[in-house]
Structures are given as structure tokens and as C-alpha cells.
């Protein structure tokens, strides 16, 4: 996801001027390329995120298109403040891009876990927030984060699923897709474990019959309300999986939506990390199994769920 990011980008700024990418001391293997062809809309701030995130304000008010960058949680909760005051409030054009969402440096433990990201950035008015679950949609967030006016959020992880477009679809905006089609159950699902949801899916249809639909929810906000009733109608069973925790991020946009619209669905399940902080150190593989969000857990999870 990183790779295809910085390549979307690379060709934004070379259409046009007005894009400018910061980042917090890091990324420089990445970077090489843009910076030295493009080395008047490249900035370091240093280790320093919350002054890169006051810098990025300050050029987004005078015209440009910033875009903030760094790990896990150092964009966004380290800059929470900054953001919320500076940049959205003022309806600046700040783009902030965190790598490694969920467990994607899951070696480096607690502080390098984005595991609240989602329901925080999501409960910040105007905040336009991107979760892609594959590569094709990482770099159509991308292009399209550059027309929305306001402050933007687009979460990115290591891993990621297969969202291969249909012939001709585009991309849009607060806009779910559906990757796989089935009328059993649904699985709304953001970021990379999509990779782990189409696992499962597809053992659960060659072994047990079961048709899953899998929706990919890659906008948190604006949210499509529209996507969520419409699974919960046709498929009576609805699971939703994020690499985050369980409290206020995807599975409670659903739940909200659902409720909202006075939609209750036969069965309903929230697969996401349960347990509070993630205090075990390892990759994001096998955090996955440990907090029963692999692919396995999901096949395990959604046979009870439908026998009940």
C-alpha cells in the first residue's frame, strides 16, 4: 500500500505544483524517486509530527495541498490536537497518511499499534477518513484526496486483499464495494484483513456451501449508510472485521447505521480486537490469530454466528 501511495502521489505532484508531502523523519528508501524529482514539494520535519502537522496547516492556508506523513499512531493520535484545531477547524487541505494501521508493526508493540485510529478520526467533524483494503483503492484514494478541500485521513497497513476494479468501475468517495458477491452473510470489512476475510470466504463456500458477500468499506466517513441496510436486508447476517479495536471504529459506524435506519438484522457480529490494548508483541500475523481475527477465527466465528 505505501509503494502505490507514494506512486499516486508522485504523478499528482507532477501535475501539479500545489502538492507538497511531509514527513516525520522517515520513508527515505521510499521517497527517493519523488524527492529528487521533486524536490521543491518534499519537506523533512524532523521527529516532530505535531509542529509537521502545524507547518502543513500553514501551507494548506495559503493555497497548497499538504500531505502529512509517518507511522501508525505518530499522525494522527500524537497530532490529535493539531488536527482537530488547526486543521480541521479551519477546513485546511492537511492529508495525513499513517502507515502501518492495525498491527503492521506488530513487533514493535503498543505504541506502534494503530488500534484506535478509525473511531478517533472518524468522531472529528469534515475529517474525510480512507481505509483501503487493497491497492487499486489506495491509489484512487489517493488521486481523489487531492479534490477534497478539507482535511483528509487515509489509513494504510502492510498487508492487503485483492480489490481487482470491475471493467470501467470508478472509485468513489464514501462509496462501499462489493468485492464478492453472496446472499448467506455479509462481511463488511476495511483496510488489508480484507485478505483475511476473502480467505475465508472462500473456504466457507467450497466446504460448507456458505455464499459470503464481502463489502469494502474503504470511506469511514462519509460513511454509505445506503451499503450497510442493503446487506443487512438481503443477507440477514451481518459481520463486520477491522484490524482495530472494537470500541467506536467500523463495527460501531454498522451498528449505528443499522439502529439509525431501524434495520435489525437476524444475526450481527463485530470481529475486531477485543481484548483491550494489544499487549503481545509479534507480526501482524500472528497477532491476527492470537486476537481471533485471521482467517480461520472468521470461519469458526461465522458458522456460529449462522447456527444460532
Request: charged share 20%; with cysteine.
Amino acid at each position: 500500500m505505501r509503494d502505490h501511495f507514494i506512486k499516486a502521489l508522485h504523478a499528482l505532484a507532477e501535475e501539479d505544483p500545489k502538492v507538497m508531502l511531509i514527513t516525520g523523519d522517515l520513508g527515505f528508501g521510499v521517497f527517493n524517486q519523488y524527492r529528487e524529482e521533486r524536490a521543491s514539494q518534499f519537506l523533512n520535519a524532523g521527529v516532530a509530527e505535531q509542529n509537521m502537522t502545524q507547518i502543513a496547516t500553514g501551507m494548506a492556508l495559503e493555497g497548497y495541498k499538504v500531505f502529512t506523513y509517518s507511522i501508525g499512531n505518530f499522525p494522527t493520535l500524537r497530532c490529535l490536537e493539531q488536527i482537530r484545531n488547526d486543521a480541521a477547524y479551519h477546513g485546511a487541505n492537511v492529508n495525513v497518511v499513517s502507515i502501518g494501521g492495525g498491527f503492521s508493526y506488530g513487533q514493535l508493540g503498543i505504541s506502534h499499534h494503530a488500534t484506535e485510529d478509525l473511531a478517533i478520526m472518524r468522531s472529528l467533524p469534515d475529517v474525510t477518513s480512507f481505509a483501503p483494503c487493497g491497492l487499486w483503492e489506495t491509489m484512487e484514494a489517493t488521486k481523489k484526496i487531492v479534490e477534497i478541500p478539507g482535511t483528509c485521513f487515509l489509513r494504510l497497513d502492510k498487508d492487503h486483499g485483492d480489490d481487482t476494479p470491475q471493467l470501467g468501475e470508478k472509485f468513489q468517495v464514501g462509496k462501499a464495494r462489493i468485492i464478492r458477491q453472496g446472499n448467506d452473510c455479509s462481511i463488511i470489512v476495511c483496510g488489508g484483513i480484507l485478505s483475511e476475510a476473502q480467505k475465508a470466504a472462500k473456504v466457507l463456500s467450497e466446504a460448507h456451501g456458505i455464499e459470503t458477500r464481502i463489502i469494502s468499506m474503504h470511506t469511514i466517513q462519509p460513511f454509505d449508510r445506503i451499503a450497510v441496510v442493503k446487506a443487512a436486508e438481503e443477507t440477514g447476517a451481518v459481520i463486520t472485521l477491522e484490524e482495530h479495536t472494537i470500541h467506536g471504529g467500523l463495527g460501531g459506524a454498522v451498528a449505528e447505521a443499522l439502529l439509525d435506519a431501524n434495520v435489525h438484522p437476524k444475526r450481527f457480529l463485530r470481529i475486531a480486537l477485543e481484548a483491550g490494548f494489544s499487549s503481545i508483541v509479534g507480526s501482524q500475523t500472528y497477532l491476527r490469530r492470537q486476537y481471533n481475527m485471521d482467517s480461520d477465527s472468521i470461519i469458526s466465528r461465522t458458522l456460529s454466528l449462522l447456527e444460532q
